[in-house]
């Protein structure tokens, strides 16, 4: 079964720092997702990388993805109090036939003032 | 236009009891996947519909079904609730053309068993 690991599972950084989040995968794939929620709300879609050496970014936001090492990271930088949510990396595989998505454990980031 | 919206948005339910959530997807998408999310397990894959047939099912046991209607609305139904069955229930939608990508979450259907 395909297994999607992230860590850290809890991160505290303080305002102005940076961090990576880091997402592993064990199968082939390339499409990889990543997603945000806040405490007691939905999924919220930040990025959608589609192939090898994809890199997309939003504000302090940049996501990259290397299909060969199965790995996708989320790096933030200049962290801000508003960043503080629950990060979620998804992947699905190439033989999706039915929509899958299989996620990471999240990441719950808090931003430190 | 509107996104995919769930209900109800919460629930309390008594252990043996049954439960049916519903799901209406964004306009002119035709996939619809439910999702369960707990503290312990995360986000687990229920199961997909596409044009009213169940394309995937995830690792669930038989209590936990569903089904898709002509307008792609859908519905997934939890018989002889369980303690365990408390979750936040998600729903999403998706396109089903040839760049069909991201999936579309719905404000969710936090379910409690008492």
């Known amino acids: 079964e395909l297994k999607v690991e992230q860590n850290p599972l809890f991160l505290s950084m303080q305002e102005g720092k940076n961090y990576t989040i880091y997402c592993n995968y064990s199968?082939?794939?390339?499409?990889l997702y990543w997603y945000r929620q806040d405490p007691g709300k939905s999924l919220e879609s930040l990025f959608v990388?589609?192939?090898?050496?994809a890199v997309k970014q939003e504000g302090r936001l940049m996501a990259s993805l290397d299909t060969k090492a199965r790995l996708s990271t989320l790096h933030i930088t200049a962290a801000v109090h508003d960043l503080s949510a629950t990060y979620f990396c998804?992947?699905?595989?190439?033989?999706?036939?039915?929509?899958?998505?299989?996620f990471g454990t999240g990441t719950s980031l808090t931003v430190i003032p | 236009k509107a996104g995919v919206t769930q209900t109800p948005r919460y629930l309390i339910k008594t252990r043996g009891q049954q439960v049916t959530l519903s799901c209406s997807p964004i306009?002119?998408?035709?996939?619809v996947s439910w999702y369960q999310q707990t503290p312990g397990q995360g986000l687990q894959f229920l199961f997909e519909?596409?044009?009213?047939?169940?394309?995937n099912k995830g690792n669930f046991p038989g209590r936990f079904s569903g089904r898709q209607f002509s307008n792609s609305r859908s519905e997934m139904n939890v018989s002889t609730l369980e303690l365990g069955d408390s979750a936040l229930y998600l729903c999403?939608?998706?396109?089903?053309?040839?760049?069909?990508?991201?999936?579309?979450f719905g404000p969710g259907t936090r379910l409690t068993v008492t």
């Open positions: 999403a939608s998706r396109t089903s053309g040839g760049f069909a990508y991201e999936q579309y």
């Open positions: 990388l589609l192939s090898n050496g």
């Open positions: 306009s002119g998408h035709r996939s």
């Open positions: 199968t082939t794939s390339d499409r």
């Open positions: 998804a992947v699905e595989p190439f033989s999706n036939t039915g929509n899958q998505f299989y």
């Open positions: 519909y596409f044009s009213e047939t169940q394309r």
